[in-house]
T-cell receptor, first 114, second 113 residues
Framework: SAVISQKPSRDICQRGTSLTIQCQVDSQVTMMFWYRQQPGQSLTLIAT?????????ESGFVIDKFPISRPNLTFSTLTVSNMSPEDSSIYLC???????????FGPGTRLTVT | KQEVTQIPAALSVPEGENLVLNCSFT??????LQWFRQDPGKGLTSLLLIQSSQREQTSGRLNASLDKSSGRSTLYIAASQPGDSATYLC????????????FGTGTQLKVEL
């Protein structure tokens, strides 16, 4: 199974600023996923990041708000731009162990926007 | 659009009791279904994965079943322990949705001494 770390684990940010979340995997993976979990809600997929190509965003999420980088097969970043209190959530990255196989999740980044 | 629902939303049981968590999904065209547990501040842990061709999977005290045609899955936890207290999430990978997971609403389980 993959071991995934995220930085930061939590942060408190001011409205209008941006935060970049890092996701590091201990093995090479093709696809990485970014999810958001709003307070009291389940997880919603933001985008899928493949190395060497543009991220694919789900309906309701746009690149200007959530730019993603995927410079290699073990690392990805998600930036939450121009933050508002509605962006307060837990952000999680995940990877897939093979095609349509188990997904493994990082510990998440708890973001609070004031 | 795939929708996943879990019942009950919350459950409190005494230690030692056997329990069943329920998951239903609206579109039976799935590749697989996964059960996760979520502990506060610790992300998600994958518990079981059932392929669409399978009927059940077992891991220790956990047994998950899948009835794809009716759009239902159950997670059976035997001899519950306080350490089982967590939120349990089911998620499906739909055939028309790439590799993305659609998550259920979760069941918050508390096992009391």
């Amino acid at each position: 199974s993959a071991v995934i770390s995220q930085k930061p684990s939590r942060d408190i940010c001011q409205r209008g600023t941006s935060l970049t979340i890092q996701c590091q995997v201990d093995s090479q993976v093709t696809m990485m996923f970014w999810y958001r979990q709003q307070p009291g809600q389940s997880l919603t997929l933001i985008a899928t990041a493949n190395q060497g190509s543009e991220a694919t965003y789900e309906s309701g999420f746009v690149i200007d708000k959530f730019p993603i980088s995927r410079p290699n097969l073990t690392f990805s970043t998600l930036t939450v731009s121009n933050m508002s209190p509605e962006d307060s959530s837990i952000y999680l990255c995940s990877v897939e162990d093979g095609t349509r196989a188990r997904q493994y999740f990082g510990p998440g980044t708890r973001l609070t926007v004031t | 659009k795939q929708e996943v629902t879990q019942i009950p939303a919350a459950l409190s049981v005494p230690e030692g009791e056997n329990l069943v968590l329920n998951c239903s999904f609206t579109d039976s065209a799935i590749y697989n279904l996964q059960w996760f547990r979520q502990d506060p501040g610790k992300g998600l842990t994958s518990l079981l994965l059932i392929q669409s061709s399978q009927r059940e999977q077992t891991s220790g005290r956990l047994n998950a079943s899948l009835d794809k045609s009716s759009g239902r899955s159950t997670l059976y936890i035997a001899a519950s322990q306080p350490g089982d207290s967590a939120t349990y999430l089911c998620a499906v990978t739909s055939t028309g949705g790439g590799n993305k997971l659609t998550f259920g609403t979760g069941t918050q389980l508390k096992v009391e001494l």
